[in-house]
């Protein structure tokens, strides 16, 4: 019995000295990969994505976004980093594996309709709030993600993720 808690305990002591590298990175380069093609255009204004009606899979994400965020917070606020990243990778296999696969239709059609904008303008605000929920914990992976993003959009005059504010829960 001792021998089988110690193993135990050493397997939880590997999966939490591996915390900052739970994410994972393959598919969070895989959604932003989907931004990096979608370079607004210039009537999609770069200085911030403008709300526009949502559709179904857009507002399940983003549901999704807003839950996971108070789970995160929740956890860090009780010193549970290793479940706030337990929480977040959740949220990223849930992003790539199934928003980006559905929405892959959408984000390679032709035009640049609503339908488009709305698929760009959710991923975007999917990324760019990971990036900052997940700052504390990988801070450079999370800047990085960052500036990539605000490098197309130019939300923020802000040098990195760790001079923005916290994102809050709705």
Known sequence: AIARRDAELATLDKEKRNGGRILVMGDLNTAHREIDLARP???????GFTPIERGELDR????EMNRTLGEVIERMDNYDNYGACQKINQFVDNLSNWYVRLCRRRFW????????????????????TLSRLMA??????????????NSVSNRFTNESVHHTN???FN
């Open 41 to 47: 255009k210039q009537n999609a204004g770069t200085s």
């Open 60 to 63: 399940w994400l983003l549901g």
């Open 136 to 149: 504390p914990i990988a801070p450079f992976f999370a800047d990085w993600l960052f500036l990539n993003l």
């Open 166 to 168: 916290f994102p809050t």
């Open 109 to 128: 059609k032709g035009e640049y309709e609503q339908d488009k904008i709305s698929a760009y303008q959710t991923l975007y605000e999917c990324l760019e």
